[in-house]
Nanobody
Framework: QVQLVESGGGLVQAGGSLRLSCAAS????????MGWYRQAPGKQRELVAA???????NYADSVKGRFTISRDNAKNTVYLQMNNLKPEDTAVYYC???????????????WGQGTQVTVSS
């Protein structure tokens, strides 16, 4: 299991920015696929962005051009820079880690406790 601790959520006005951080421990961080998911009230959890061990990224269409995922393997941390935030970005944001063994077993990996992001109009 990977232990994940998120930080950086909060309340921001539409058009503003936030940076989420997720510190990981308990695994070889550089080998993991790291991702950010979000879940709004009454909706399913959805992938926001992911980054592979090699640095390849993918994004949900709704956040392309506004959000950037990055990782610092020396600090065992993954980030999500969120710019031009919209009210529809309001959700609890979760960090996810998938080790190579999780990917091979097709399991979802480990989750953080979540951090609330609220965007006011």
């Amino acid at each position: 299991q990977v232990q994940l601790v998120e930080s950086g959520g909060g309340l921001v006005q539409a058009g503003g920015s936030l940076r989420l951080s997720c510190a990981a421990s308990g695994s070889i961080f550089s080998s993991n696929v790291m991702g950010w998911y979000r879940q709004a009230p009454g909706k399913q959890r959805e992938l926001v962005a992911a980054i592979t061990s090699g640095g390849s990224t993918n994004y949900a269409d709704s956040v392309k051009g506004r959000f950037t995922i990055s990782r610092d393997n020396a600090k065992n941390t993954v980030y999500l820079q969120m710019n031009n935030l919209k009210p529809e970005d309001t959700a609890v944001y979760y960090c996810n880690a998938r080790r190579p063994v999780d990917i091979a077993a097709m399991t979802r990996g480990s989750w953080g406790q979540g951090t609330q992001v609220t965007v006011s109009s």
